[in-house]
């Protein structure tokens, strides 16, 4: 008889949970359905024993009554019951940080899935965890289901990675696709991401682009040996992206995709979230919904794309779950892949020294020379176009708002620029603005040729 079947002799792993929500609860009940199978395949068994949530009799479709209770996540986290502390609250600071640190302090390893605790405390929290020889897991913390976290930091022990990018948030990804396939609005897709339980508590965390530098900077540490610097991230969300965008990106072989990127340069390490065109043939293209991609480009293994749900309460579970287990096997590593002693400081490459293709989209007043005056200024700033598209006459106003008043004609024009430095993009775009051929501010997406 395989002898993991009746290894009395090693005790439960005894569980304590705070935060219930869809991650928890989806945690509580793959725990319960899985228990025996966990004990069979890891050689001991798992249990819940405490949890911590905001309201204690809210319907989450499981029951909570054989769990002892706990109104205080720091509380629980102390509990005597309770050999591991899974953080499932959220937020940066507050009870979040509280609990992670009681636990760890009191010699108890901790799972978390909270990127913006780890983006903001992960280096501190890392050193605690060594100085208390405990393991702290975070896998479900970045693109939810996949293990990307264990894939950097014993999986390519031997490869050094050179740049890593990828699609990071569900929410976002959910929202782009559809409104690439529907004309759907997008606050609709939005209200729809947070009624499937992908969008943060606060959602303006996913479009605006932030959930994505959280992820990218614990990715960019785990990559390249340096602190986590997520203030250091270049952030634009993907509130200004319209169907007219995402229609001429497909015209045009491109898709939209908010990606985060890092790589090593010599002038740092350049971090950045946008949106991006894409060329649909690549294979980041082709991740839609709320699937997330991760691609780490790296020197022996060279190029590896791990792709699987970011967002949902099973596929988080899953990984927290893993990270339990790991934990139950007995794992002790440095969280961040080396000893937070030995992680070089963040040095952060300038954005304005970036190279890569512009998206460009103007409205112009439909006057002689206007077409002519903007080519030249950027011609005047080393910036060669590589195709040029003039739309169909909009009526505008004077607030330059498109309707039918008298006030003036403007004509779309789109750009695409070969390899450009953004400095002198930026610098072209504000001659542009201050000769007066154009309205309003210029739409500018970043192109990547992958
Ligand atoms: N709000 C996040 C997303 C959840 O949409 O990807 C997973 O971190």
Redo the contacts with the bound molecule.
Sequence with gaps: MDEHLNNDKIKPLRIGIAGLGTVGAALVLMLEKNAKQIQRKHGRMVKVVAVCARSRSRDRGIDISGFAWHDDPVALAKDENVDLFVELIGGEDGPALASVKAALEAGKPVVT?N?ALLAKHGVDLAALAEKSGVHMGFE?????GIPVIKTLREGLGAASVTRVYGI???????ILTRMGNEDISFADCLKD?QALG???AD?T??VEGF??AH?LAILTSLCFQCKIAADEVFVEGITAITQEDIKVAAELGYAIKLLGIAKRSEKGIEQRVHPTFVPASSAVARVDN?L?AIILETDHVSELMLSGP???GSA?AASVLADILDIARGQIIPPLGMPTAELSDYKRAPMQSHKGGYYIRLDVLDVPGALAAITSRLGENNISLESVIQRPDIDIDASGISNSSEAGKTRTLVLITQDTLEASLRKALDQVADDGHTIGAPQVIRIESF
């Excluded at 479900?140 to 939810?144: D, K, L, M, S």
């Design positions: 899935a990127k479900a913390a970045v693109a939810g990071l948030n569900g929410t976002c990804n959910y991401a992908y969008a943060e959602p965390f996913d959930d994505t992820k709320v997330n970011g967002a949902g988080t």
